[in-house]
């Protein structure tokens, strides 16, 4: 990102009652979903002002700057709005990985022969990654 963000950005999204839009994560160079998440006003604004993602955890009630704990960052490379304004897509660098789970995208679970099948074992274990022993 070049210039600053306009401030104002933020205020043209289409947030829900609770004041959130969803968010879904994407490795801008090749096209993996990683994760989705949720964002408030504050989150995207922090978001475009430093280019390090943060989004709104809802079950801390707070900012959770993506990789704060584990050093499994987020580098925003693009923000895109879609049509209706209630959901983004962040185009960015992923340090690491993405899922707390210790894999590198959310989505790693796949419907075959009626169940869920993993498909995508861990690349670290979250106890490593969350320095707990």
Not at 24 to 46: F, K, P, S, Y
Request: one cysteine or more; a negative charge.
């Amino acid at each position: 990102m070049t210039t600053a963000p306009d401030p104002t950005l933020p205020d043209q999204l289409r947030f829900d009652a609770a004041g959130l839009v969803c968010a879904i994560a994407q490795q801008h160079d090749t096209g993996e979903v990683l994760m989705v998440a949720w964002m408030n006003r504050d989150a995207v604004a922090e978001t475009l002002a430093t280019g390090q993602v943060c989004y709104w955890s809802r079950s801390r009630q707070a900012l959770w700057r993506k990789g704060e704990s584990s050093g499994q960052t987020q580098r925003l490379v693009a923000m895109r709005m879609d049509c209706d304004g209630d959901a983004l897509l962040l185009l960015v660098e992923q340090t690491g990985v993405a899922c707390h789970t210790g894999r590198r995208s959310c989505f790693y679970r796949e419907a075959r022969d009626g169940a869920w099948t993993e498909i995508a074992a861990p690349d670290v274990s979250p106890d490593v990654l969350y320095h707990r022993h």
